[in-house]
């Protein structure tokens, strides 16, 4: 009796320890596919989080490895001396934006074995230091620079010593460091690796990173360039990437990845759950946001185009729908404006919910977000008959048909008001609008559509290939 396909899905800071998009695809995706086995290869930024999910059964192997940990070497290097020479190539490889020969490097240093001390300590990896040191960082102080230079190559040096699960595919959920472990899996194993993106890691942390007020000069560019050159890395070594939308695909082929393997799967949503969502009218006029109340979902524009609707729309609500846990100081930043503004009484922080519950009643879905992929919250609206507004971020342009109505630009807490104010006033037009996305969701972002694409490439990356 042959085996069930075994699948190890490699995350990074998202399921099954946070909540949001990318976690419940990967917690849907695997539902779906009860005849697969899945392996988790989490990478987290510190030891013991809480699951926010549940396993599914088909679920045989969950390993956690902390980032921010120092290993202690477990294993011997094969070639001290040529590692060490191809770390230093490396690095001038990511100055030129081009790929290394990761196989260089990973059938040079074993399981178990960590090259950060080596390398801070041999000539050559401390000549290194002080070269970049010099070349890129002549004005700030030495130990800034080499802590950064620690921790980055720490968690680099962390994954390609790491024990994988074993598994027929290696799938990765982003570029960054899950990406880099798909790759040295692949190299290690003789496995093939797929890349499915939402978003751009290396835009996201770069917007990170230029916010960020505790990091600073050359410091910045580094981690900015490393990011970039992680993105490179699993763009070239994937053997099929796959992206939401058209415009993030060109990205990664401009980045390296294959054209002729590159492929758009769109999102997908239990169109059927949400269909059978019971409108309800309830007195007044109700304003919701469903998503995690963190910076990139900018909860501080909701708050604000808030103030601006209630004073035209005096029996308006409004609902924050999620987690408030995840950033707690951020958390309360968006209570204390919502008292500034003496919206305590019609703002309400809900927590995680059943979002059923909300999409019954709601009049407008809200998104403020300043970056995006393609919400699977405008999809599930859609589905529920829930109009939505939203700013041009990602693929929500295209979801929303380009239609300025419902538009806005990120922080645009005007328009933002007047695309709301616009639904309220024209009822009638609005409820033909509904029933056209309806429509539009039932027939292009079914998630039963996925499983099948998901489950085609899978077989098309182990045709022929022995099972483990």
């Known amino acids: 009796m042959n085996r069930p396909l075994r699948v190890c899905f490699l995350l990074e800071g998202s399921y099954p320890y946070i909540t949001g998009g ?39 192997e969950h390993l956690d490895i902390d980032l921010s940990e120092m290993k202690t070497i477990k294993s011997s290097i094969k ?55 010099r070349l890129h960082n002549p004005i700030y102080s030495f130990s800034d620079y080499f802590w950064s230079w620690r921790s980055s190559h720490n968690m680099i040096f962390t994954i390609l010593g790491s024990t994988f699960p074993k598994a027929d595919i290696y799938h990765s959920v982003s570029t960054g460091y899950a990406g880099l472990a798909a790759v ?17 890691y290396h835009k996201e942390r770069e917007m990170e990173l230029r916010k960020a007020d505790f990091i600073r000069g050359y410091q910045r560019d580094m981690w900015i360039k490393i990011y970039n050159s992680l993105s490179r890395i699993a763009y070239h070594y994937s053997d099929i990437s796959t992206s ?10 401009s980045l390296g990845a294959d054209k002729d393997s590159a492929v758009v799967i769109p999102n997908g949503i239990d169109v059927e759950r949400f ?22 979902k900018d909860i501080k524009t909701f708050i604000t185009m808030s103030k601006i609707v209630h004073e035209r729309i005096t029996d308006a609500q409004f609902y924050c729908i999620g987690p408030t846990d995840e950033d707690p100081a951020y958390y309360e930043d968006c209570v204390k404006m919502v008292t500034s503004f003496n919206l305590t009484e019609v703002f309400h922080f809900t927590g995680r919910q059943n ?21 699977l919250v405008i999809l599930e609206a859609y589905a529920a008959g829930v109009p ?17 109505r419902f538009l806005a630009s990120p922080k645009d807490v005007e328009r933002l008001a007047m695309n709301v104010s616009y639904i309220h006033s024209h009822p009638e037009e609005i409820a033909v609008h509904v029933e056209q996305n309806k429509e539009k969701v039932n027939h292009l972002y079914n998630k039963n559509d996925l499983y099948d694409k998901y489950r085609e490439l899978y077989r098309e990356l182990t045709d022929g290939r022995d099972r483990i």
């Open 275 to 296: 269909s059978s969502v019971k409108r309800e009218k309830k007195a007044g006029f109700h304003v919701g946001l469903v998503g995690r109340v963190v910076p990139i």
């Open 388 to 404: 939505v507004v939203s700013t041009k971020v990602g693929n929500v342009p295209e979801m929303l048909d380009y239609d300025e």
């Open 244 to 253: 939401l939308f058209e415009y993030n695909r060109r990205i990664q082929i």
């Open 355 to 375: 979002v059923l519950e909300y999409y019954s009643f709601l009049d407008v879905m809200l998104l403020t977000s300043v970056r995006e992929a393609q919400p």
């Open 79 to 133: 070639n001290k001396k040529n590692t060490l020479k191809y770390i230093k190539e490396m690095h001038e490889i990511f100055g030129k934006k081009q790929v290394p020969s990761m196989e260089n490097i990973v059938d040079n240093m074993s399981e178990g074995y960590y090259a950060y001390g080596d390398s801070v300590k041999s000539a050559v990896g401390w000549e290194m230091i002080i070269h970049y040191n």
């Open 184 to 200: 040295t899996a692949k190299i290690r194993y003789g496995k093939p690796f797929l890349l499915t993106e939402h978003g751009l």
């Open 22 to 60: 990318v976690s419940s695809w990967v917690h849907d995706l695997i539902q779906g596919m009860p005849e697969i086995e899945f392996v988790l290869f989490s990478i987290s930024p510190s030891e013991e989080q809480t699951l926010k999910y549940k396993l599914p059964d088909n679920v045989v």
